[in-house]
């Protein structure tokens, strides 16, 4: 079967504008009476040689026999025709911006909101910079392509129709010396678009690297600075830069050379207009003023051509990014969400681990056939040696990860058949690596619930002990914490992170070292606040520090991915077994 010879990225694109569809046609639609208006005046110069040759024989003359009054005429035609040719380019110019905006505003979202509905494994093996790229320069290339390349594509085709019928109309011989060049162009193009697209993407693929060495180091730049390696990163994007020029300069070279060549091929169709109608017009086949019609069309058909380079350029741009921004659309969306929404009112929190087994990708298997059960109403805390499974526990109850066998039992209903949303709504989370987002402490504390009062944010400030510091920040509530909360200390984040945890009032609580970077003052007043708090909600409690977990009603030891000790506090330490041995470290 012959494979259709439309670029699939083009109909891939194509097909995205399915939501724009008028404005693509108002926009075409312009572009094209603005060319036609454009090619008006070489026929006006026409009539206007004609009226001076043949004055009342011209071919005006039928309407108006007097020779001035013929040149009036032309004279106020050629004001209208200038004048809708300037309001249909205004016309065309604000259409196709505006769609090219629109196109990336909705590209962008489509992109944005997939990458939302992705699982955290995938974003591990993401770079933070290409995400960035992709999101921003990829798809701001776009953007250009619709901004200039698509009205220059649909002039050229206009162009090239309106001339063609007019040379065949008046003297077809002359019409085919003066197009022999175009199939070279045509053939030009199609190898240029060829050779330059892999060029492109390489290039894209390079301005990636750089965003994500970028995004690296600024994010890295105290470990930088502590490690005097300031020299070596500034080597590293160095050598980042030069391949990336490298890229460039490879497509670069090639696309500099495509209209020098173009323009060779357009000067023979010329010189076949120039010659050889000259020759018929001398001979007297050709009118005077049909002879300088044919002249300035050629010019006006071919001259359009030297910039099929640079819409081709533009074209093989954007669909290198479009490649990119498509990568990202079609990896897969984990394919666990179920449908079943949770209603948070009549939610227990009972949590189930039942014969679950779980490997991160080319490790042996952190669990296998693990069974736990938090109760709903209890605290239950959990403790071991690093890299003993606490954290992935947390993943695979939030829906992060997937297990290979066995599920997570949310009040006797699996994981697997709940829409996660509904699920993770009902739990507040305070992670062991706490991110704050740019804005004010008031905003972060409010994220999971933005419509919360200022009264309610005050008082889960004063549980989690945020209080104790507010009065030391410049503008209170209203400071700005910077990005990640770099104004802010570890331990004045974590006390954000666990009143912002507080506000959306969950069934289920997770804290996950919650407070291993607060002081043991400051973690003995939070310890008070939240023990009224916790009272009938399932709180799941990971720490290193055992004294912030002798309350816990149950405290499960796990080991090499078992649960090898369970109980309370004293019970534990008369076993005189794991947990005891922990406890005297």
């Known amino acids: 079967m012959k494979q259709s010879s439309i670029d699939p990225r083009f109909k891939r694109l194509f097909s995205h504008l399915r939501d724009h569809r008028t404005e693509l046609w108002w926009a075409s639609s312009h572009s094209v009476i603005n060319k036609l208006l454009d090619l008006a005046p070489p026929l006006l110069i026409g009539l206007a040689v004609d009226v001076v040759v043949k004055q009342r024989d011209s071919y005006l003359a039928t309407w108006y026999p007097e020779p001035l009054s013929q040149l009036y005429f032309l004279g106020v035609l050629t004001l209208l025709i200038w004048g809708g040719e300037s309001l249909f380019e205004y016309l065309f110019q604000k259409r196709w911006r505006e769609l090219a905006q629109s196109i990336q505003r909705s590209l962008r979202a489509e992109v944005y909101t997939h990458i939302h509905t992705l699982n955290s494994r995938w974003f591990t093996q993401q770079q933070t910079g290409d995400l960035l790229a992709t999101l921003n320069d990829d798809i701001n290339q776009l953007e250009r392509f619709f901004n200039v390349g698509a009205n220059h594509l649909i002039q050229l085709i206009t162009t090239t129709l309106t001339v063609s019928f007019v040379f065949f109309y008046t003297a077809p011989v002359v019409a085919i010396w003066s197009m022999l060049p175009i199939p070279i162009i045509i053939w030009g193009s199609l190898w240029f678009q060829r050779e330059i697209g892999p060029r492109y993407i390489l290039v894209r693929q390079r301005a990636a690297d750089i965003n994500a060495q970028l995004s690296h180091t600024l994010r890295g730049m105290e470990e930088v600075k502590s490690f005097t390696a300031e020299r070596r990163e500034i080597d590293r994007l160095d050598r980042l830069s030069s391949s990336y020029e490298e890229a460039n300069r490879a497509a670069i070279n090639l696309s500099a050379a495509f209209t020098p060549m173009i323009r060779m091929a357009i000067v023979l169709g010329f010189l076949a207009t120039l010659i050889y109608g000259g020759h018929l017009t001398l ?143 009902c739990v507040g989370l305070v992670s062991q690596g706490v991110y704050l987002f740019e804005g004010t402490l008031m905003d972060n504390i409010r994220y999971g619930r933005p419509q919360a009062s200022d009264e309610e944010v005050y008082r889960v400030a004063e549980m989690a002990g945020v209080s104790l510091f507010i009065d030391q920040l410049s503008a209170g509530y209203q400071t700005m914490v910077g990005e990640g909360g770099v104004r802010l200390s570890g331990g004045e984040r974590q006390r954000v992170s666990i009143a912002r945890a507080l506000l959306k009032d969950p069934a289920v609580l997770i804290l996950d070292e919650a407070t291993s970077a607060i002081d043991a003052y400051t973690e003995a007043e939070i310890q008070r606040s939240l023990a009224e708090f916790c009272v009938g909600r399932t709180v799941l409690v990971i720490a290193h520090r055992l004294n912030t977990i002798r309350g816990a009603d149950q405290i499960l030891v796990l080991e090499h991915g078992q649960v090898t000790e369970s109980g309370g506090h004293d019970e534990l330490l008369e076993r005189g077994g794991a947990y005891a041995q922990l406890w005297s470290r």
């Open 283 to 425: 001979e007297g086949e050709l009118a005077v003023g049909t002879y300088s019609v044919l002249v300035f069309l050629t010019q006006r058909l071919l001259w359009p051509l030297t910039r099929l380079g640079e819409t081709v350029d533009l074209y093989q741009r954007a669909m290198a990014s479009a490649q990119r921004a498509f990568t990202l659309l079609d990896a897969e969306a984990p394919p666990h969400s179920g449908t079943e929404r949770l209603d948070s009112t009549s939610l227990k929190g009972e949590i189930a681990f039942r014969d679950l087994s779980f490997s991160y990708p080319e490790q042996e298997a952190l669990f296998r056939g693990l069974n736990l059960t938090c109760p709903p109403g209890k605290i239950t805390a959990i403790v071991g040696a690093t890299g003993s499974g606490k954290s992935s526990l947390i993943k695979l109850i939030l829906g992060f990860d997937r297990p290979l066998s066995g599920d997570v039992w949310i009040d006797d209903r699996p994981l697997a058949e709940l829409d996660l949303s509904s699920w993770r709504s």
